[in-house]
């Protein structure tokens, strides 16, 4: 049986949004998950550089377009269902808008929660005012 060759994700699956990962290109860490629309994934495709749909502000958001902790794209691939996207990413600064490599910097554990990363930049001077 041939194995299907999806160009983009099935967006109507989940009512015009999939999830998208940005993993680090070199070490393969997990640096967040965004939302993507058919526009932004696009986008991405045609500029090399990771853009999300942002469910609060309703519009697209170009990953460091007020911090400067843009991402460029070297991998995009698109799971076996077609609807979940993965970016292997080349991460300038913080992925996280919390100041953190990436959004994953907290650890769960059956007694405790605690931060395992290191904060890279306060949020207020990445983002001033725009937050």
């Known amino acids: 049986m041939p194995i299907e060759l999806p160009r983009e994700p099935d967006f109507a699956k989940a009512g015009g949004l999939v999830p998208a990962i940005a993993q680090d290109a070199d070490n393969g860490q997990v640096l967040m998950m965004a939302w993507m629309n058919p526009e932004a994934f696009a986008e991405t495709?045609?500029?090399?550089?990771?853009v999300y749909f942002s469910r609060s502000r309703g519009k697209l958001w170009r990953?460091?377009?007020?911090?400067?902790?843009v991402q460029t794209v070297v991998e995009i691939f698109v799971d076996c269902d077609a609807d979940c996207v993965l970016l292997k990413v080349r991460q300038e600064g913080a992925a996280c808008h919390e100041g953190f490599r990436t959004c994953f910097f907290r650890q769960i554990t059956p007694s405790e929660t605690k931060i395992i990363g290191e904060r890279l930049v306060d949020p207020a001077d990445a983002y001033g005012k725009n937050r």
């Open 45 to 50: 495709l045609a500029t090399g550089r990771a």
């Open 63 to 69: 990953k460091g377009e007020e911090s400067g902790h």
